[in-house]
């Protein structure tokens, strides 16, 4: 055991936050910040800077150097996140694409998906939502409804689920995030009709303006348009646009589901940043009310800690993983803590700031703490709720009996 | 950044679990509350032979000469045990304060007290002022004591101690009588401060620690029950309302872990955060660990409020050791007050 970096480690932090601080779009520097990416121009917005990102590759500094990466380990990625977050920097519009689809692309792409999909993923020419829920599949994802008819391709009609032939899409999906302006989207569909639940599933990789393709913005808790429902009707995909094998979607979306819980979504420094913020404020507030600060104080020390707490987990289960570990149901956990601990973090700061924390600003969008809690809120909902996380812990961790 | 353990310190606690499934079952618990110490001297020998007890202690004084985080996976296995044995008081917190001490006075009392601490031929017990009472000095050979901020080693058989009983019958306190004198008196002023913050700061990473073990235990006893025990026809652990409850459990010891495993790393390493990151590891620790004792609790329900049953053995260690050294709320307190002076000197958090 050694908690230090190393020195080729701690030059990489500092070539990082050179970069950043030279380019990151802030208040300071005039080019921040960034309207809010769930609206058309704050969009575009944020792929320019993360176009601007990639230009100096650093948008996916773990990817291999061919697919716009710098090919160091997960380490550094954590540095290299600890970096973005002290600097200011803005919530990334990419974030499906690269922290969800890619390791899934990683794991489950052919040579030809790979080099087809992740450089424009990288440089954020493509931005990426994702297609899983639909009205009656939430929490209950396997009883997905939308479908995958195969048509067939060549002279013979192919073999199902050739590159030759093609699949016709129907059916609705929704709570796409960022699917009001996302150029494509992946989703599951049903390919087997005869099978139940998460047995003949097939994971499609779909452009967003593919004739038949509708979508239908939906204004969020904030206002916003940060999520869509999204309609296919006789959508056309061919068989390249399949990722892994026909009927096992199931395990490749799984795969996405222990990113999206696990370390890759939701790196610590998202909320070792916010915690720094929250002492800050909270030494703001003390100044001024120190009795109604002191009121506070244990929730504000507690959201602190537990921020820590889970840096320091993400550094022990990154030790686990370079030596050759996975990260399996324990994703669980992981999601549920982050979710609630970021809550716990802008809980604090709603309540120290008090009957302020409800006012919007003069454009009418809500200041950092607000936009942050009104965030936090979603956080026990997407990527599978906290109780279906619990229950997979319960269940997958801890042995218990499936109901 | 690693923040893996090295083989032989698995090894080590695998050592420890063989000799504790073995020698350390409730049954033997049982019989270590109802006797005259709280603890067993056979065991205690079998854990000095095996180099536990004197992991601390310099290789020249016969011990292993082995830091923290050597320690800390040791003390873990300690709390899934239940082990009775004053482990805690005397390897992580007495023994160190005897090697760290400057002076003369403690060259005498390493010479004196470390081979014999090593060979498990002595007991440590350390208690500060603010105690009422001071867990384990009815049977320790050399209680170091702080009073009035100074620090003193004084033999057992020099004090008066009237013992306490505690919900925990493996604590055993003790209200000690005793008057400083120069003779007590290993050091004082600004290095007795020193040392007292430093065994303050081990004995939270270290109950923090045993606390870990704690609560994996309860949590592992509980779900083994949630498995067996059926009622409507099915076992209880197929309710969510119950799997919830373990899951949280679970959840709440899975973030301490890591939080403790620093803190041991930066006590040896002398980071300068080493106080804070003690604070954070006792906070989380203790509220796993009484978290999975209420928990274990609920879920075995009235069976689990028995004497007869075992979950209390480990939710009265659960409760006794989140109040000692400073509970959670008072390290949240800690590590708040210590980032906020960061933050007042614009230090980065």
């Given amino acids: 055991m050694d908690l230090r970096f190393t020195e080729r480690q701690e030059e990489f932090r500092l070539e990082a936050r050179a970069w950043l601080e030279a380019n990151v779009p802030t208040a300071a520097n005039g080019r921040g910040p960034l309207p809010s990416l769930d609206t058309a121009a704050g969009f575009e917005a944020h792929r320019a800077w993360e176009k601007a990102m990639s230009d100096a590759r650093w948008s996916v500094v773990s990817w291999p150097e061919e697919f716009g990466g710098r090919g160091v380990g997960l380490m550094e990625w954590l540095i290299f996140e600890e970096e973005y977050y002290r600097a200011g920097a803005p919530t990334r519009v990419s974030q499906n694409g690269i922290f969800l689809l890619a390791p899934t692309l990683f794991e489950f792409g052919t040579p030809a998906q790979q080099a087809r999909f992740l450089p424009s993923m990288a440089s954020a020419e493509v931005i990426w939502c994702q297609g899983w829920s639909e009205p009656d599949a939430g929490s209950d994802l396997a009883a997905i409804r939308s479908r995958a008819e195969w048509r067939g391709g060549g002279d013979d009609g192919g073999t199902v689920g050739d590159d030759s032939g093609t699949w016709v899409l129907n059916g609705q999906k929704t709570w796409c995030s960022r699917g009001a302006f996302a150029d494509w989207v992946f989703g599951l569909f049903r390919t087997d009709p005869e099978a139940q639940r998460h047995r003949g599933l097939t994971y499609f990789l779909v452009p967003m303006d593919a004739p038949g393709v509708t979508v239908r913005p939906i204004a969020q808790l904030d206002g916003e348009t940060g999520f869509a429902e999204v309609f296919f009707e006789d959508v056309v995909v061919p068989g390249d646009q399949v990722l892994g094998t026909v009927n096992q979607g199931w395990s490749v979306a799984m795969a996405t589901a222990g990113s999206e819980r696990g ?4 790196s610590p420094a998202r909320y070792t940043e916010a915690a720094g913020r929250l002492l800050s404020l909270y030494a703001r507030r003390r100044a001024d009310d120190p009795a109604g600060a002191g ?17 320091l987990h993400t550094y022990w289960t990154a ?13 669980s956990m992981n999601k549920v803590f982050w979710s609630e601990t970021d809550l716990a973090i802008h809980e604090a700061a709603m309540r120290l700031l008090g009957e302020d924390a409800g006012l919007l600003g003069d454009d009418g969008t809500p200041g950092p703490w607000l936009d942050g809690f009104l965030f936090a809120l979603a956080g026990p909902i997407y990527a599978g709720t906290n109780e279906i996380q619990r229950n997979v812990v319960a269940e997958r961790v801890l042995g218990l009996p499936r109901p | 950044m690693d923040f893996a353990f090295g083989e032989r310190q698995l090894e080590f606690r695998a050592q420890l679990r063989a000799l504790t499934d073995k020698t350390c079952t409730a049954a033997e618990i049982r019989e270590s509350w109802v006797s005259e110490t709280g603890w067993s001297p056979v065991r ?4 000095a032979e095996m180099g536990v007890v004197g992991l601390t202690v310099p290789e020249t004084a016969g011990g292993l000469g082995l830091g923290l985080v050597d320690l800390v996976l040791l003390l873990e296995e300690a709390g899934r045990a239940g082990l009775p044995e004053p482990l805690l008081e005397t390897t992580a917190l007495g023994v160190p304060v005897l090697v760290d001490a400057p002076g003369e006075r403690a060259d005498a009392l390493r010479a004196e007290w470390l081979p014999r601490t090593a060979a498990g031929e002595a007991v440590l017990a350390v208690g500060t002022e603010a105690m009422a009472a001071v867990p384990g000095a009815g049977s320790a050979d050399l209680l170091i004591l702080e009073r009035g901020g100074d620090l003193h080693a004084v033999p057992g058989e020099a004090t008066t101690r009237v013992a306490r009983r505690a919900l925990d019958g493996a ?22 401060a020193v040392l007292v913050a430093a065994l303050e700061d081990r004995a939270a990473m270290g109950s923090g620690a045993v606390l870990l073990g704690v609560a994996d235990r309860l949590i592992t006893m509980t779900a083994a029950y949630a498995v067996d025990r059926v009622q409507f026809g099915v076992p209880i652990g197929s309710f969510q309302a119950v799997k919830h409850h373990l899951a949280d459990a679970l959840i709440r010891l899975e973030f301490a872990r890591p939080a403790v495993y620093r803190a041991a790393w930066s006590l040896d390493a002398g980071d300068p955060g080493a106080g804070c990151h003690a604070s954070m590891a006792k906070a989380l620790a203790s509220d796993a660990a009484t978290g999975a004792a209420r928990v274990a609790l609920q879920v075995h329900g009235a069976i689990g409020y028995t004497w007869e049953h075992d979950s209390h053995l480990w939710m009265k260690k659960a409760w006794a050791l989140a109040a ?12 708040l007050a210590r980032l906020l002076d960061g933050v007042e000197r614009g230090e980065a958090t």
Avoid: C
């Fill in chain 1, 263 to 266: 370390l890759s979504l939701r």
């Fill in chain 1, 295 to 311: 009121r506070v104080a244990d929730e504000v020390a507690r959201a602190v800690v537990d921020a820590e707490a889970y840096r």
């Fill in chain 1, 319 to 331: 030790t686990r993983v370079l030596a050759g570990g996975s990260v399996g149901p324990e994703a």
């Fill in chain 2, 44 to 47: 205690w020998a079998a854990l």
């Fill in chain 2, 171 to 192: 604590r055993r306190p003790a209200v000690v009588s005793w008057e400083p004198s120069p003779g007590s008196l290993i050091v004082s002023g600004d290095a007795a």
């Fill in chain 2, 324 to 335: 000692a050294w400073g509970d959670a709320g008072f390290h949240r307190a800690r590590v």
